[in-house]
């Protein structure tokens, strides 16, 4: 009886399981058939693999700069990443590293700020940028965003697992802190930073509101932005649309796989 | 000569600890640098702003105006009671399923493992922006879903999900599930496999039978994690703008309209009237605070 009864629940979990891994890659098989196919079939609804894919993508390079689009993305995406990952991380190893009763106050403080949301200073921190000329600018999209509490607090946790011995060893060997930081930690830490750099590049290249109210010319337009102006045009060619879709989620794509083991080491890391 | 050796080494240590404290701030000045210019002065702004009135850059100091002005807007009201309707359906619900995939995950006797974790993770990858436009597309009035939903006689008729205000939500809500679950799922199975074997273990001999078992030691032995993706979870709805703007953009007729996406017509749109903008998103931070004191609270009850 409770054999029958545990095969019956082992059968709904796979049924569970398949219809839930259905319903997540469905909607990816949906944009790639739509790369293939015209509007007016994507509208209707379309999900067999047609023949306008050259056309779509000769439609979006023809409408859209993309070379340049693709490159402005990428250049903030990865400075930006860089730039988090070396402000962020160093931040939080000092916090962890030099313990202070001080320092333990301000990072109680930062910890208070992960609750604003953007919405309530994105109206002031737009008049701070149009008073520094900064409207339309790259530097503008970054300022914000390099210092990041999330990956501050994140890096904290993480380093509460690095040997502290490691660095006593090194001190007595003559290395100066940045030296210990940059030869022995970051090596050490390497999981630490795969994670961070899969969470911080994914947050700058999907970055959306904060663009969008920022960079008003085409030719500072990120692919994010392009995606949503070619769609919300009244009638949307969404065979071009899929094409920038697809170019859009490619890059996050090969960076979660790149990375993925280190992910998920990263992860489990930081939770213990 | 044993004087100056305490005095020695009480030197060479205070020297040690004064290079420290100098290293201590050294490395965290640009990170306090960028988040008082960029974090804190502007809420402190935005706070001074809400209590401002008129429009563009002209304005002058109007008390209590726009807190006035809000009880009394209607289209401010539907944003509100919009976004709570988005709070309170959808998180529960994805909160429910995130655990019990984690769950079904964390047996490892399961086939497949690695194939449906990756799966159920996938849509986290996405853009919002890229998925909203997927999910506008999928759900055209002739489009696909209905189409399959005809076909699999789930209805007889199709249904034009974003002319209607009820479907309109319900797609919004579908969207944010299908995008977010996975990435809370993950928090609850890295959580899951840090609980140690041998509590399992021991209920299983004085046979406690396997919900019981998920149900008094796993769920609350993850209570800190549900706790905290519950806080983030929340926040995050709070701030819906990306998918509302690409989807339907507040529509029809202000259904759909959240906070966030107010405030950017109220600023960006509309004529801008930044004061009364600011006096709207202190309303979503005193909701995050609320909200997250709230939920502190009932965790805190739970454990007594």
């Known amino acids: 009886m409770s054999r029958v009864f545990a095969q019956a629940r082992s059968g709904l979990v796979y049924a569970g399981l398949s219809l839930a891994a259905f319903v997540s890659i469905f909607p990816f098989f949906w944009m790639l058939v739509g790369t293939t196919n015209t509007a007016p079939d994507i509208i209707k609804g379309k999900i067999t693999f047609g023949s306008a894919l050259f056309d779509n993508i000769t439609n979006l390079f023809a409408q859209v700069d993309m070379v340049q689009v693709f490159w402005n993305s990428t250049f903030l995406a990865i400075v930006g990443t860089v730039l988090t990952l070396a402000i962020s991380s160093l931040a939080g190893y000092a916090f962890e590293m030099f313990p202070s009763k001080t320092r333990e106050r301000v990072f109680a403080v930062l910890l208070l700020t992960l609750s604003i949301p953007f919405a309530a200073i994105m109206v002031p921190l737009f008049v701070m940028m149009a008073k520094l000329t900064l ?8 300022l914000p965003s390099i210092a990041s509490v ?43 930073y795969a994670a961070a750099i899969i969470i911080v590049f994914m947050a700058n290249w999907n970055n959306y509101l904060w663009p969008l109210i920022v960079l008003q010319t085409n030719e500072n337009k990120t692919l994010t932005l392009v995606v949503s102006s070619l769609a919300s045009s009244y009638y949307p060619d969404y065979g071009v649309v899929m094409v920038a879709t697809v170019l859009a989620t490619l890059p996050t794509i090969i960076v979660f796989f790149l990375l993925q083991r280190r992910f998920v080491e990263g992860l489990t890391g930081s939770v213990k | 000569m044993i004087l100056g050796r305490i005095l020695g080494g009480a030197m060479a240590k205070s020297r040690i600890g004064r290079a420290e404290q100098r290293n201590g ?25 809400s209590f401002q009135t008129g429009r563009g850059m002209n304005h002058s100091f109007g008390g209590f105006t726009n807190i006035i002005r809000l009880t009394q807007d209607p289209v401010f009201l539907r944003a509100l009671t919009n976004t709570g309707i988005f709070l309170v359906v959808q998180v529960p619900i994805m909160i429910v399923l995130a655990l019990l995939f984690a769950a079904a995950l964390n047996n490892p006797k399961l086939r497949f493992r690695g194939f449906f974790r990756t799966a159920i993770f996938l849509p986290c990858v996405t853009s919002l922006v890229a998925y909203s436009i997927l999910f506008k597309s999928m759900f055209a009035s002739d489009g696909v879903i209905n189409d399959l939903a005809i076909m699999l006689h789930l209805m007889d008729a199709p249904i034009s999900w974003l002319g209607d205000p009820f479907w309109a939500r319900t797609v919004i809500i579908l969207a944010i599930t299908w995008r977010w679950t996975g990435y809370n ?22 046979g406690v039978p396997g919900w019981a078992r998920f149900r008094y030691i796993t769920l609350p032995m993850l209570k800190p994690v549900i706790l905290f ?38 600023t960006f749109k509309f004529m801008p009237s930044l004061g009364y903008a600011a006096t709207v998103s202190y309303v979503i931070v005193i909701l995050v605070a609320v909200l997250s004191f709230l939920q502190f609270l009932v965790a805190k009850d739970r454990k007594a």
Do not use: C
Not at chain 2, 238 to 252: H, K
């Open chain 2, 25 to 49: 701030w050294l490395f965290i000045a640009p990170t306090l640098v960028l988040l008082g210019l960029f974090m804190v002065y502007p809420i402190v702004w935005s706070l001074w702003m």
């Open chain 2, 185 to 206: 799922m993950i928090f609850y199975l890295a959580a899951m496999q840090n609980i140690d074997k041998s509590i399992y273990e021991a209920a299983r001999i004085d």
């Open chain 2, 229 to 266: 993706t519950t806080v983030i979870s929340t926040i995050g709805t709070l701030q819906l703008f990306d998918e509302v703007n690409n989807i339907t953009t507040g529509g029809p007729s202000d259904s759909t309209l959240t906070l966030s996406l107010y405030i950017y017509n109220l």
């Open chain 1, 150 to 192: 999330f990956i501050i607090f994140y890096f904290r946790q993480a380093t509460k697992a690095f040997p502290h011995e490691l660095r006593d060893a090194a001190k007595i060997d003559g290395l100066k802190e940045w030296q210990i930081f940059l030869y022995i930690y970051l090596p050490v830490m390497r999981s630490t």
């Open chain 1, 135 to 142: 409207i339309n600018t790259f530097t503008a999209i970054l």
